[in-house]
C-alpha cells in the first residue's frame, strides 16, 4: 500500500471471546454478517462472488470478494457507486484478518481506498 493511501486507512483490532472458525462463519454467513454490519448483507464467500449491503436508510452498496482464506482472510472490494446517494470518494478494499489467541479470535480490520492503478482497480473492472 503506497503512504498516500496508507495514511487513508482505516484500521481496527477487536478480540473476540470465541473461536476463529466461528468468527469465520460470522463474516461469511449473510444471516451473521448482516447483525455485525447492522444492515441487510448477502455475501457469496468464494473469490469473485457478490456481497451487497442495504443499510436501514435503503442505501445499497455493492462489492466483490477478493480473496478469500477460510478461516483466515477475507477481502472485500467495495464499488465506488453507493446506490441512492451521490458517488462517494472511490472505490475501497477491506481486508478482515482472523489469528487465534489464548482469549479467542484477534479481528483485524482494514479499509483502504483503493488506488486506480492497483490490482483492486482491475478486478473491479474484470468484474462489473
Do not use: C, K
Not at 1 to 22: F, I, K, S
Not at 29 to 42: C, H, Q
Not at 68 to 85: F, M
Request: a neutral charge.
Amino acid at each position: 500500500m503506497d503512504t498516500e493511501r496508507a495514511a487513508q486507512a482505516v484500521r481496527r483490532d477487536v478480540l473476540l471471546p470465541a473461536p476463529r472458525e466461528e468468527v469465520w462463519a460470522a463474516l461469511t454467513r449473510s444471516e451473521l454478517l448482516s447483525g455485525w454490519f447492522e444492515a441487510e448483507v448477502e455475501i457469496d464467500p468464494r473469490p469473485r462472488g457478490a456481497v451487497t449491503a442495504r443499510d436501514r436508510g435503503g442505501t445499497l452498496r455493492r462489492g466483490t470478494v477478493a480473496a478469500a482464506n477460510r478461516p483466515y482472510r477475507l477481502v472485500v472490494v467495495w464499488n465506488s457507486t453507493i446506490v441512492g446517494r451521490e458517488p462517494g470518494a472511490g472505490p475501497t478494499r477491506m481486508e478482515f484478518t482472523l489469528e487465534a489467541v489464548a482469549e479467542g479470535t484477534r479481528l483485524t480490520v482494514i479499509e483502504a481506498p483503493v488506488a486506480a492503478s492497483s490490482p483492486e482497480a482491475t478486478f473491479l473492472e474484470a468484474a462489473r
